[in-house]
C-alpha cells in the first residue's frame, strides 16, 4: 500500500528573475498525486479434509428351499417288474418305501410312497457394514469468503 500525506497550502517568496528589464518570469510550481497498487495478502483458504465412518444396512432377498414330505399308504404288493427307483412326476419326486412282509410267500409290498415337494421362499434379512466418506472443511481468514457457499458436503468455519 502506497501512503499518501497531506500536505496544507504554504505561502513561500518566489524569487523574482529579471531577464531584461521589460519581463518579469514568476516560476510556478504544482503536485500531482502519482497513484499506484500492489497485491496485498488479504486472508487466506485453509482446506481441512477428514474421513467419516458410517454403519449402512441394507436388506437383501436371500433364496431357499424348503422341503415337505407327505407320507401316502399304498398297501400292495410290488409288481413283477416293478422299480423301486425314485421318480418325478413334475415337481414331485416319488421315493417308494418297500418292506418285507411275511405271507406264505415273500413278495414286496410298497407300503408308501414319499412325495416331496421343493418350494422356492424368499425371506428378509439385514446386511451391515461400514462404508466411509470424505468431508471438506474450508476455512478462510481475513476478509476471504468462498464464492459459492451451497457447495455439497462443504462446511466453513
Request: hydrophobic share 35%; glycine share 4%.
Amino acid at each position: 500500500m502506497v501512503e499518501t500525506a497531506q500536505t496544507a497550502q504554504v505561502t513561500q517568496p518566489v524569487p523574482i528573475v529579471l531577464e531584461n528589464e521589460e519581463e518579469l518570469v514568476v516560476p510556478l510550481a504544482e503536485e500531482y498525486l502519482d497513484v499506484d497498487k500492489q497485491w496485498v495478502k488479504s486472508g487466506e483458504v485453509i482446506v481441512h479434509k477428514s474421513l467419516h465412518t458410517e454403519t449402512q444396512t441394507l436388506p437383501i432377498e436371500i433364496g431357499y428351499e424348503e422341503v415337505q414330505i407327505d407320507r401316502v399308504p399304498v398297501n400292495r404288493p410290488l409288481k413283477e417288474g416293478e422299480s423301486v427307483e425314485p421318480k418325478w412326476e413334475g415337481d414331485v419326486m416319488v421315493l417308494p418305501v418297500i418292506e418285507e412282509e411275511i405271507v406264505v410267500t415273500k413278495r414286496q409290498v410298497v407300503r408308501e410312497e414319499l412325495r416331496i415337494y421343493r418350494r422356492r421362499m424368499v425371506r428378509q434379512e439385514s446386511v451391515s457394514g461400514t462404508v466411509r466418506k470424505e468431508q471438506i472443511d474450508i476455512e478462510t481468514t481475513g476478509s476471504l469468503q468462498p464464492k459459492d457457499e451451497d457447495v455439497p458436503g462443504v462446511t466453513n468455519r
